[in-house]
């Protein structure tokens, strides 16, 4: 008989931060929390605090193809999220590992700029990066991100589901647009979910304060991978995840630099 783990394991590639308010810290915190048994390799280190950015430094190629051979050896890996990138050396990578495991569900979160300044994916490495969006099954943009990778401003609310569309259409993906930068109707985070066609839209809980916590976008994603990886359909998933999600930012707390920090 072959491998059996008890629960989905669930590879999150990104950015090491050493606030672990994101990045990987925050990725395997929102796999655990969902069921799966969290792996994690680096992409690159993004030295930031929870407001502040100082730098990417990179991690080499060699590396990080040996840190995913060593995870896919040891685990039955079921699902991959995406988060930072970085360099080209480790979109290539990635590349590669997704071309040997072709079967493997994809749920990216485009991360380009860090919330706190700075560009997050070298301009060498966007020609992978390219790829890595056709290779996604997921991909869970907010306004900024959707906005950068269409190359159009979003005005309406209506303009989010035209753009989910888009986005899903050239990519083949589907697509959570995150909410956190929209109001609608006098309601501020309601996430669009595109999907082959559907329409779901996912209002935020009704007591939960508007906060701009760092790291959501690993949670939520991280946390939609592994429901994915489950079984459960899209728009279920994704409410699930924004549930946790909601969860932390309403336990949170203050950083010693003032920033909301999920918990």
Same mark, same amino acid.
């Given at each position: %008989? ?19 308010g994101?990045g990987?810290?925050m990725?395997?915190?929102a796999?655990?929390?969902s ?8 992409s ?5 605090s929870?407001?502040?950015f ?9 590396t990080?193809d040996?840190? #995913?051979?060593c995870?896919n #050896?040891?685990?039955?890996i ?6 930072m ?8 990578a990635?590349l590669a ?10 749920v990216?979160d485009p991360?380009?700029?860090a919330?706190?300044?700075g ?5 060498n490495a966007?020609?992978?990066?390219? #790829? ?6 997921v991909?869970?943009?907010? #306004?900024?991100?959707?906005?950068k990778?269409?190359g ?11 753009a989910?569309r888009?986005l899903?259409e ?6 959570v647009?995150k ?10 985070g ?15 809980p009704r007591?939960?304060a508007?906060?701009?916590?760092h790291g ?19 728009a %279920?998933?994704a ?9 932390w ?15």
């Amino acid at each position: %008989m072959g491998r059996r783990e008890p629960k989905p394991v669930i590879l999150a590639f990104g950015g090491y931060d050493p606030t672990s308010g994101a990045g990987v810290l925050m990725d395997a915190r929102a796999i655990a929390a969902s069921g799966g048994h969290p792996v994690a390799v680096p992409s690159c280190l993004a030295l930031q605090s929870t407001a502040t950015f100082d730098r990417v430094v990179p991690v080499s190629r060699d590396t990080i193809d040996r840190a #995913l051979a060593c995870a896919n #050896l040891a685990h039955r890996i079921v699902g991959v999220k995406v988060g930072m990138i970085g360099t080209r050396a480790a979109a290539d990578a990635l590349l590669a590992f997704l071309d040997r495991h072709p079967g493997l569900p994809v749920v990216l979160d485009p991360v380009i700029r860090a919330t706190s300044g700075g560009a997050l994916l070298a301009k060498n490495a966007l020609p992978a990066y390219r #790829l890595l969006l056709l290779r996604a099954n997921v991909l869970t943009p907010n #306004l900024p991100e959707i906005e950068k990778l269409l190359g159009r401003p979003l005005v309406r609310f209506e303009d989010g589901v035209i753009a989910a569309r888009d986005l899903s259409e050239d990519t083949g993906a589907a697509v959570v647009l995150k909410g956190g930068h929209f109001a609608w109707k006098g309601k501020r985070g309601v996430d669009i979910v595109y999907d082959n066609g559907t329409v779901t839209l996912l209002s935020p809980p009704r007591k939960l304060a508007p906060r701009d916590a760092h790291g959501t976008g690993c949670a939520f994603a991280s946390a939609l991978a592994t429901r994915l990886a489950s079984g459960e359909p899209l728009a %279920m998933a994704a409410a699930a995840a924004k549930a946790l999600v909601a969860g932390w930012i309403a336990g949170g707390f203050k950083s010693a630099e003032g920033r909301w920090t999920l918990s």
